[in-house]
């Protein structure tokens, strides 16, 4: 046994320059990779259907026309885009769709996206003169892939344009591939009414809660499994490995994309279900700042009021920030912002704990408040509410015609009805 000498202390190792330098570049080296996943150090990282349908189930599909409903998010972890990979292993493509947003992702909300091309493919809007495939674009074609990213909110429209693809694909009886992905929101929290049909739109297409805590494979084995979509196509999910649900976006190991022009993190995801009714009642809920759905405010707010009237955000895993900020026009983002080029009086959400996050919660609970505190401020117009909320209990209680505890029990009666029909759908433990 070795012992150290007691006529002298022990020193601190020394690192010689070259030592210093080969650690610090290992460092910055394994930071980089394991950030944007380059290269998976571990088998634990969630591995996207993508992956597996490129290596497994594609190469017996050669010889096929296909059509990719696709877009920036398309991407395989190693950054390739799907499309580039399946036209390197050979691949018919024989159209693309893509969803709001563009193929590219950088047009903002709400504007018409143009038909386009790559390759010699043609990228077919469905964000333009039509919101489903038609019957002349989906000609030659043997099978539908989808695979984009999702944010896990009934009015983002992606879930829609799946909805549409699904019926195009009934309409032609081809089969549809649905490359899974996470719910960046996660799979476990359920929150909202259920739409219903008098207020469906393009926002909202589907008897969904606000936050269904589904993938889009389960979604669409939803739909199919609830008719929610017509007969005639065989569905095909392919199932990502290690996702949990109880995982949200940051114990995925997986880089993210940014999803449209104003959904810059996954933070801003799990906020955009609630955040986005402030925008509803005269609160600018971060557009035209490079924070949207993380931050809100109006020249009139009071912050420190109205963060002490929220207990400093703790009941929703939350710390709150007051600031003050000016929204402005961001071109290919938002353009004429609610209080454009006028200072605004804020609040910024920091998120601590996403699973105590109930988010349409919280963003009721805002709205509350603030009814109470400055009820001459808000304003809205019912029917463009009741088409984002699912119902008319929102806007009823703005009126005044119901309590904000029958709001919220009859949400959680809706909120436990989907949590039981969903149950026969889920993939993932």
């Known amino acids: 046994m070795s012992r150290l000498n007691p006529t002298k202390p022990p020193g601190k190792p020394r690192i010689s320059a070259k030592g210093f330098s080969i650690f610090l570049i290992t460092g910055i080296l394994l930071f980089c990779f394991t950030q944007g996943r380059l290269f998976p150090i571990t088998d634990k990282l969630v591995k996207l259907g993508n992956e597996t349908f490129l290596t497994q189930i594609s190469p017996a599909l050669k010889g096929k026309a296909l059509g990719l409903v696709v877009n920036h998010t398309s991407a ?12 390197d292993k050979g691949h018919d493509i024989q159209a693309i769709f893509s969803p709001e947003h563009g193929f590219t992702g950088a047009v903002e909300a709400g ?12 990228i077919y809007s469905l964000y333009g003169e039509t919101r489903k495939p038609t019957h002349e674009q989906m000609e030659g074609i043997d099978l539908l892939i989808y695979d984009i990213q999702d944010v896990g909110a009934r009015f983002y429209t992606y879930i829609t344009t799946l909805k549409y693809i699904l019926e195009a694909a009934a309409e032609a009886q081809i089969p549809v591939y649905v490359l899974d992905r996470p ?52 569905l ?10 109880r995982f949200f976006w940051k114990d995925t190991g997986l880089l993210w994309i940014p999803t449209s022009p104003n959904m810059p993190s996954p933070e801003a995801a ?43 955000g703790q009941e929703f895993g939350v710390e709150l920030e007051a600031i003050k900020y000016t929204p402005r026009s961001l071109p290919g983002k938002v353009l004429h912002p609610i209080y454009e080029n006028r200072p605004c009086n804020g609040i910024r959400v920091h998120i601590n ?12 609970e805002i709205i509350r408040l603030v009814q109470e505190e400055w009820p001459d401020k808000i304003s809205f117009k019912a029917f463009d509410l009741n088409r984002m909320f699912g119902n008319e209990l929102l806007s009823r209680f703005l009126e005044g015609n119901i309590s904000y505890e029958t709001l919220i029990s009859r949400m959680i009666e809706e909120e ?9 759908y889920l993939l993932y433990e």
Do not use: C
């Open 76 to 87: 395989l972890p190693s950054g390739k885009s799907l499309v580039q990979a399946l036209l």
């Open 236 to 245: 095909h999910v392919v199932r990502m490995k290690n996702w949990k649900r």
């Open 183 to 234: 719910d960046p929101v996660g799979g476990e929290i359920v929150e909202g009414p259920l739409m219903i049909p008098e207020f469906e739109s393009f926002i909202g297409a589907l008897p969904l809660p606000i936050r269904y805590g589904l993938t889009p494979g389960e979604l669409a084995m939803m739909m199919k499994g609830e008719k929610w979509v017509p007969p005639g196509f065989d």
């Open 353 to 364: 704990q996403p699973e105590k996050l109930f988010s349409v919660r919280f963003g009721l």
């Open 111 to 122: 504007k018409v996206v143009k038909n386009s091309e790559l390759k010699d493919i043609t």
């Open 416 to 424: 436990e009805i989907f949590k039981q029909k969903r149950q026969k």
């Open 270 to 312: 799990i906020l955009f279900p609630g955040s986005s009714f402030l925008a509803a009642i005269q609160l600018n809920e971060g557009g035209g700042t490079t924070q949207p759905f993380l931050q809100f405010g109006a020249p009139w707010l009071k912050p420190l009021s109205l963060m002490n009237s929220l207990n400093g």
